[in-house]
């Protein structure tokens, strides 16, 4: 059996359409089969509420009198790209307040319009003959702009890998506080509801199809930036009418110590065609896998400690490395069942019909990363190759004295095979000489935590470890931890005017 | 039941929790203490049938003693239930119900002020804070 998109909207024209959420559908799946419930379901609806940083709207403001080309343009201290014609301007939800910084940003500034909220628009310009004014500052409301169009190039994941830290220290990120020696685990997305996972060889939703978008109807534009399907993490690009949205799908949001984000309701509704369709709706967070990701190690390819579903992440507790750790959501399933559910309403009571993708997106689309044409300078560009170390037996005085004749302020301590065991510094020298008494040798009063980089490291991410340790040295060192070189605050003067080309 | 203790300059240098726990045979519990040179602030737990003989002798001993209470507040109209609090926190306050709604259990907080730091929705706060 197989039904026609046009025989599915006819029902729901009459009002006779039967409809499902997405974590309904493999209940009805298992108890009639799949051809029962092929017979039996019209349309299965999905839902996903959570951070999805890459939103943001374009508006257009109506023209002043006298009229601004508007250059450069700010909502309430955020500024939004005006880069494009006289009064219009596109609002990214991630850009920061040049006065309130973190604490609001452009997903701040589209609740606050959603909300009915007046917002301060400033604009300015190096006025032209056809627009001569040159600044502009006023308060809008929402309903007063011409357009406010919600554009939104990447939303609705298809799964998202979850994040653990195996660090030592608390890391704040995109995925929230992640706890050193992985302390909790922190996930996003809907799993079961989530409108790819329902749909992931893209037969049912592309460009053209409707969609709920923040409360209000919207359209799926097409393939959203970074999409990869061919590897199971589709995106969509989705838009909708502002000025039609409700805040209870809209939120803004600050990931302290990361940056601001805005909370998304999308759900996409799956007209129910044939039996591949029963199948990919039939999906279950127990089906939906993903890796545990450790966020400890500061790159692109940051390994896996395991792989876990969302029925385990659901359960709030999952297995890492042979440990059980508390894993918690970034994103509210409660709200991705609320949207489901309205898209439900909607569409058993007629308000919304459906439509077929007006062309197939590429199911076999695949995420690749960046190809650099400039390498970034790297610690051994920079380093300190001549590097004075201490043993740990050796009496203070001695390291003392190094310190001294090598003009420096920090001494890698060494054992008797030059493994790197510990660093001194003139500080803690000055501290045992005012306090003696724990010891006379180097091993005595020596820090035995040390924080090192490598030769390969980037210099950008040697200079993140200076700055979240408050410290001014790093020992380089190589993988048998022997000191190589030392990366000082100093060293970093090399950088400027590219020194390190050479 | 959960205390919260503040020393001040004066007696900040005598062993005052101990001696409590020496002169009633409570065995008190501290989860969280913050002791400077010349103030300092715990945080103890305690049975609660003897609250008031702890709360006295420590009163007695110079110290101030406030009994906390639900002293993390959730505004339910800035939660959207996404839930990022409930692994971060110690102390297991924050768990969610069967329909995915947030619940929170103020009585285990021992305010270290995680959850309020890191709530993407600056949904919570400290009592007296907002």
Redesign the interface.
Known sequence: MRRTIHEINERIKEGNARVVTAEEMPQVVAELGEEGALAEVDVVTTGT???MCSSGCFFNFGHAEPPIRMEKVWLNDVEAYAGIAAVDAYLGATEKSTTREENYGGAHVIEDLVSGKSVELRAISRGTDCYPRRTLTTEILLENCNQAIMVNPRNGYQRYNAAVNSGDRVL?TYM??L?PSRG???YSGAGVLNPLANDPHLRVIGPGVPCFLGGAEGMVVGEGTQASPATGFGTLMVTGDLKRMDPDYL?A????GYGV?L?VGLGVPIPVLDIETVRSTAVRDEDIWVDVVDYSVPSRNRPSLGQVTYAMLRS?RVEVGGEEV??????????A?MVAGELKEWIESGRMTLALPTRPLDPDRRVEPMKETVEGPRVLQIMERRVATIGEDAPIRDAAAKLLKGETNHLPVVNGDGVLVGIVTTYDISKAVVNPGKGNDVRDIMRRKVVTTTPEEPVDVAIRKLEKYNISALPVVDKAMRVVGILTAMDLGKLIGGRWLK | MKLLVTFSSKEGKRPIIAQVVRDTGVLVNVERAMIESNEGEALIDIPEESCRIVKDRLTELGAAVRILEDEILLDETEC?????????CPQ?VF??DR???LQMDAKRCVLCG?CI??C???ALSRKGEL
């Open positions: 509420f959570g951070a704040h929230g506080m706890l909790n685990v922190t939120r949001a600050t990931m302290t984000t909370y709030g508390r894993a918690s959501p970034l994103s509210s399933f409660r709200r069942r | 959207v239930d996404c839930g990022a609090c409930i692994s971060i297991e768990s969610f329909e995915f709604k995680r730091e890191i993407p929705h600056r």
